[in-house]
């Protein structure tokens, strides 16, 4: 009764109008994106909209296959070092200048290189992009990456107008210019995100809408009552609790998939002097505080048993999660008997944590379960993109932050883990681990690469520079006229195909 009654107060308070058109689309998105620049993004909110927005050289079906976006078709040769692709006829930027090989070559170019890019690690090994002709391009790799289908499905995969981000440079992200069905009209930060469809996408006829805007909402509740209220069409991250709500209004529809990512706390390693900590210096610390959790209670009583526990990169369910690290179970007692060895009983520390209910109650769930065992947990909820900003500057301690997820596991762990990735925010460094994963991304041989995994997971449960709680299932809630949406591990929303019932 008091959540439905919580759910009426919002839709009555926080309403967005409901003048805009049957051809608009509205979705709620749970966080503000970070810069709309593949290059510099990183936030799984940016990925939704790039969807829309930002056309890529390959693309995955729901089933997890790599299937043709802007390559039409890839080969590979050279014992795996050489790829190429032929590319799409008739594709231009929003600009109006044309996708061609040229433009390929340069998005290459500027993730190696642009001093903002997030993308470095995730294209090392691609030595060079070479124009064959104008609608193919070889990339030649300095040693076979078995994971470069995976990271052209990605951002790195991404193509901006070259001529746009010449001109703009790091500032790419105030006026993006890709090539996908929707083209960016404005952005208003906390608000609201605006594309209108782009007449001269080549694929425009799979497209239904005139308009999608992207609120962001952090409360899960009051996305909830606008989805209710009709003031949204399709939210992301529906909160358990709230799945029999929706189930019975038959305005409403549910639709879930296992996702790829997972949930956890970032320790901050070696990130400036915030790292100088018992828990950033001490491994019998970060093992404590494992012990102190109990993952599966922690998923029941937030989530409602929703999600799937875990203690790795990698789910459970996954070919690659190595069954000889279980995961552990609560050990209060041994947690307590680590941190007096450590010398570190009753040791103070902050958590952030972004600021919307579900993650709030995670964060409580923990810190009650860590004072059991002797941890003084101060919380600091943070808007999202700005406690990204923290991680990466290092004015954090611990932070309970998630990652959607790749395909590839190699997605999932290199660009955190390796001394130089991308967004390894702890600044965990441990030339092993380097060697293991590197090695993981250069054979094509998959017992090889389960080998190499199998021995960084060892390495990375004994120092937990992060540790994982859980793999989450992404939940949509939908309004019941909305037609056509298909759920896809990757959690991205793509709209290709929706259209409202009349």
């Not at 060079?128 to 076979?144: G, W």
């Not at 996954?318 to 450590?342: C, G, H, I, T, W």
């Not at 964060?363 to 991680?391: H, N, P, S, W, Y």
């Not at 611990?398 to 967004?423: L, Q």
């Amino acid at each position: 009764m008091t959540r439905k009654l919580s759910l009426a107060v919002a839709a009555g308070m926080m309403l967005f109008g409901t003048a805009a058109s049957a051809e608009t689309l509205k979705i709620g998105l749970a966080d503000d994106p970070d810069v709309l620049d593949p290059d510099q993004s990183r936030t799984f909110v940016g990925r939704i909209v790039y969807t829309a927005l930002c056309d890529k050289l390959v693309d995955i079906d729901p089933d997890l296959n790599f299937v043709p976006q802007l390559a039409t078709s890839w080969d590979w040769s050279d014992g795996g070092k050489t790829l190429t692709m032929k590319l799409r006829d008739g594709v231009t930027f929003h600009d109006g200048e044309k996708f061609d090989a040229a433009a390929v070559k340069y998005n290459i170019e500027r993730s190696k290189t642009l001093p903002e890019s997030r993308r470095k690690s995730e294209v090392k090994s691609i030595e060079t992009a070479e124009v064959v002709d104008p609608l193919t391009v070889r990339f030649t790799l300095a040693a076979p990456d078995a994971t470069l289908l995976a990271t052209l499905s990605d951002r790195a995969g991404m193509m901006v107008s070259p001529k746009a981000a010449e001109a703009a440079g790091a500032g790419l992200g105030a006026n993006l210019v890709c090539s996908g069905p929707f083209k960016f009209v404005e952005r208003v930060q906390q608000d609201r995100i605006v594309l209108a469809k782009f007449p001269a996408y080549w694929n425009a006829g799979a497209f239904h809408f005139d308009e999608v805007i992207y609120r962001t909402i952090p409360d899960s509740t009051v996305r909830l009552a606008n989805l209710q209220a009709g003031d949204l069409d399709l939210i992301e991250r529906l909160s358990p609790p709230d799945i029999p709500t929706v189930k019975g209004d038959s305005k409403l529809q549910v639709v879930d998939v296992v996702g790829l990512g997972y949930q956890g706390i970032t320790i901050n390693n070696a990130n400036g002097d915030r790292a100088k900590t018992p828990l950033g210096q001490d491994p019998r610390v970060r093992k404590a505080l494992e012990l102190a959790i109990d993952r599966v209670a922690l998923n029941q009583v937030v989530f409602d048993g929703a999600h799937l526990p875990g203690n790795q990169f990698i789910s459970p369910q996954s070919q690659f999660y190595n069954k000889a690290v279980p995961m552990p179970a609560r050990d209060v007692a041994k947690a307590k008997a680590l941190l007096k060895e450590a010398g570190a009983e009753g040791f103070s520390f902050e958590m952030q944590f972004p600021n919307n209910p579900d993650m709030t109650r995670a964060a409580q769930v923990i810190q009650a379960m860590a004072a059991e065992a002797g941890f003084d947990i101060k919380l600091r909820a943070t808007e999202f993109a700005t406690m990204l900003k923290e991680q990466s500057a290092g004015n954090y301690q611990a932070t309970e932050v998630g990652w959607s997820g790749r395909v590839d596991p190699d997605g999932n762990i290199h660009s955190f883990m390796t001394c130089k990735g991308g967004i390894n925010d702890s600044k965990y460094c441990n030339p092993e681990v380097d060697k293991l994963l590197d090695g993981a991304r250069r054979t094509n041989d998959l017992a090889e690469r389960k080998k190499l995994y199998a021995a960084a997971i060892e390495i990375l449960d004994r120092d937990r520079p992060i540790i994982y709680l859980y793999h989450p299932k992404w939940i949509w809630a939908l309004s019941a006229k909305l037609q056509g949406y298909k759920p896809y591990p990757d959690a991205m929303i793509r709209i290709e195909g929706m259209k409202k019932a009349s």
